[in-house]
Structures are given as structure tokens and as C-alpha cells.
């Protein structure tokens, strides 16, 4: 009996270890095969069917409301491609995704299918390519080309920036007198301009366009400052000539005092800086603007010096619309390479979501022209500019 005990005990025990065997083995077996081998076919049949969540996309926020007549407007070459993208993806984040505006793209060679493609992609509205028409990228037959090769020379030792540069120049004169003829914009009455390489730092959640309209402005700022003076040493008597000669023109409740200190005798190189604009295409269309360009075209700047569209269009815009006309957009916070406008106020840029640091502010700079914009509308300057200073 002993021994039939003994024997039962060594079988109950060699039960337990083929149980405890069994176990182990088929607990390890269960776990690691699965683990290792589920993630991969997941992320396989993710593959198959080029699908994940975020590929579906989240539902668009589009505002409701009507549209104006508007559309973005680029001038770039191909090689800009991927500065203006970043610009495109501020714009959209921080406005057009939920307004789809249009975009067009100017040039003056053709846009390359790369170029079409991405930036289709990333545009919300329509997007449209223009090439620019030769005779509005080249020298007018009234500009002596030696005279202007012999300027750009002498600039060049000068070290004044693009000063040797003459695509520089045609681009400068095709931003003054020609974006706003070309057939595809001819379909628009309202422009908001981007250049490559610039950020948007807040949330625009109101249609800038409609303000626009409703508010009966015409012309639109960030940033102001100083033109650098030897690219421009005779704009200002060209536009006293003009004056004289089409006083017609004239708005009565003009800006004058942001651009002069003597009442029109000088020029103090005030200037909105034109990286950024809103504005009214019909107004640069209009025959005030246009005379204003022509006789700066024959002046010879553009070529003999190296005028820059900033000075012209805020001139025109100065002289020729009314004070109320122009506007600036404190809530459109801003960076173009070197300078950024973050709105003044903690509070609107906490709630509109701004990532511009406040310290950066150039607004109220001693080398900014935006507080004579102020004192010369009675605008009273946001709390907190002296800090800024
Ligand atoms: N198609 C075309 N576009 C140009 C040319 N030169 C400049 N542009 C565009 O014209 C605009 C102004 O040129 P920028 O080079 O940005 O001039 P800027 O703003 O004075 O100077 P930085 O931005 O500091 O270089 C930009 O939208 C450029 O992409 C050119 O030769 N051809
Ligand atoms: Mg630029």
C-alpha cells in the first residue's frame, strides 16, 4: 500500500507540473505572438486602405455669410515655392479656412506644374497662374539704359540693398502700376497681398474683406517706417509735380501729415509697408492713381533710382483718399522678414490664440511711423504702448 500511495503521489505530482507547464507555455505563447504580430498587420490594413482618422479629415468650419469680391494675391517666382507654402499655411490656419478665398499667383515666366500643385493643394479657395505680359516687366522705350546700368552700378559700391538688381526694380514698378491690371484680377474689386516667408501670429475671426466694405476703407496696414532715402532721392518732387499738375486729385481730408512735416514741402519716408495690404483694386484702377503712376513711370525712378512700391502706394494712398479711407489692422498680428507687429494688449492676444511675442512689437518703435497714423486720426494709442516703446 505504501508504495501504491507513493506511486498515486508522484503521478498527482506530475500532473501539477504538466499543468503548471501547460500553463506557462501556452500563457507566454498567447501574449507574445499576438502582441508583436497585431501591430504590424494594424498598421498594414491602415496601409491597404490609405486611410487613417486624420486622413478623413475633420469637418471644414466654414463661416456662414456672404463673400466679398476678393482674393488673395502673390507675385513669385518658381524657387519661392516653398517660403510662400509657409505663408499660405498661416494664412489658412489663421483665416482663409474658414472664408475660401481665391488666390492668384503672378509671375513673369510661367509657373511650373510643381509649383500648380502644391499650392492648389494648399489653398482652400480657388487658385488661378498668371504670367505676366512682357511690356510690364521690362524697360518702358522712354528709360535710357545706360543712364539706368550706370545707377545700378554706383548703388552696388554703395552696398544699398538690390540696388544692382534689375529684376528688383521691374518687380518694384510692377507692384506700383500693373499687379491690378493683369487679366485675372481684373475679375476682383478687393486684393489682400502675401509675400513669401511671412507668419501670421493671432486668429482673424471676422472677415478682413467685409470690414473692408462696411467700413468704407480703401487701403489697409500693419507695420509702418522710414523708406531707406537714397532709393528714392527725387520721389518727392516727382509727386509735387504731379500735385500741381492734377490738383484735382487731391482728397481733401488727406493724409498729408504722415508723410510730410511741413506740410508738403519734404518728404519724412513715412511708409506702409506693402508685404502686407488690403485694398481696393478699384481705387488703384481709378484715374487719380493711374495719373499718379504714369507721371512717376516718366519721372524715371523706378530705373534711375530704385523706388519701391511701399512709398508709391502709400503716397497715392495719402494724398489721394481720405483719412478714414485707410485702416490700420491692429488685429492682423504680422511678421515679414525683420520686423513683426503683435498687437498691444494681453487680453486680445490670449483669447485670439497670438503666439508673436509682444517684446518683438515694432508698432510703437522710434524707427515706426504707425503713432503719427494714430495722432493724425485722434486714435487713442492701446493701453499698454508706453511698455513697448
Ligand atoms: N515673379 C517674380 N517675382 C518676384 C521677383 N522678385 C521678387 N518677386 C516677388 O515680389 C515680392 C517682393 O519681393 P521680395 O524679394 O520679397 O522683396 P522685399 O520684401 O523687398 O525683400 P525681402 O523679402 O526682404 O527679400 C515677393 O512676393 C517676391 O516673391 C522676380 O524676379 N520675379
Ligand atoms: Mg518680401
Not at 508723410?259 to 484715374?287: A, P
Not at 503712376?293 to 497715392?316: C, K, M, N, Q
Amino acid at each position: 500500500m505504501p508504495g501504491t500511495q507513493r506511486y498515486l503521489r508522484y503521478i498527482v505530482a506530475a500532473l501539477i507540473c504538466l499543468i503548471l507547464l501547460f500553463f506557462f507555455t501556452s500563457s507566454s505563447s498567447y501574449q507574445t505572438p499576438n502582441w508583436a504580430g497585431s501591430r504590424p498587420q494594424d498598421v498594414s490594413s491602415e496601409h491597404n486602405n490609405a486611410q487613417t482618422p486624420s486622413d478623413k479629415g475633420l469637418p471644414q468650419a466654414v463661416a456662414p455669410g456672404e463673400r466679398m469680391n476678393a482674393t488673395f494675391v502673390t507675385l513669385a517666382r518658381n524657387s519661392d515655392l516653398w517660403d510662400i507654402v509657409k505663408s499660405i499655411r498661416h494664412v489658412e490656419d489663421r483665416f482663409n479656412r474658414k472664408y475660401n478665398y481665391d488666390w492668384v499667383f503672378l509671375n513673369d515666366d510661367d509657373f511650373n506644374d510643381e509649383f500648380k500643385k502644391v499650392t492648389t493643394a494648399l489653398v482652400s479657395g480657388n487658385t488661378k497662374y498668371g504670367k505676366i505680359p512682357t511690356e510690364h516687366w521690362s524697360f518702358p522705350d522712354f528709360i535710357d539704359q545706360d543712364r539706368a546700368a550706370k545707377v545700378r552700378e554706383e548703388m552696388k559700391e554703395k552696398k544699398i540693398i538690390y540696388g544692382d538688381s534689375i529684376s528688383y526694380r521691374h518687380m518694384c514698378r510692377y507692384e506700383s502700376g500693373f499687379f491690378f491690371r493683369h487679366s485675372l484680377m481684373l475679375d476682383y474689386e478687393w486684393y489682400w497681398r502675401v509675400e513669401p516667408g511671412i507668419e501670421l501670429y493671432c486668429d482673424i475671426n471676422y472677415d478682413a474683406f467685409k470690414y473692408m466694405v462696411d467700413n468704407k476703407k480703401k487701403y489697409s496696414f500693419v507695420i509702418s517706417l522710414y523708406e531707406y532715402v537714397e532709393t528714392i532721392p527725387t520721389l518727392w518732387d516727382a509727386t509735387k509735380n504731379f500735385t500741381k499738375h492734377f490738383p484735382q486729385h487731391i482728397a481733401k481730408d488727406n493724409s498729408m501729415r504722415f508723410i510730410s512735416d511741413d506740410d508738403g514741402e519734404t518728404y519724412n519716408h513715412c511708409h506702409f509697408w506693402s508685404n502686407f495690404e488690403i485694398g481696393n483694386l478699384n481705387w488703384l484702377r481709378s484715374d487719380a492713381y493711374m495719373d499718379y503712376f504714369t507721371s512717376l513711370d516718366h519721372a524715371g525712378g523706378f530705373f534711375y533710382e530704385r523706388w519701391g512700391d511701399a512709398p508709391v502706394h502709400s503716397i497715392a494712398a495719402a494724398l489721394m483718399l481720405n483719412k478714414d479711407e485707410i485702416h490700420f489692422f491692429n488685429d492682423i498680428a504680422y511678421y515679414h522678414v525683420p520686423f513683426t507687429h503683435c498687437p498691444t494688449g494681453e487680453a486680445y492676444r490670449l483669447e485670439h490664440k497670438c503666439h508673436c511675442n509682444p517684446k518683438e512689437n515694432f508698432d510703437w518703435n522710434s524707427y515706426s511711423c504707425t503713432s503719427r497714423y494714430f495722432e493724425l486720426n485722434n486714435i487713442p494709442k492701446p493701453q499698454g504702448y508706453e511698455k513697448e516703446q
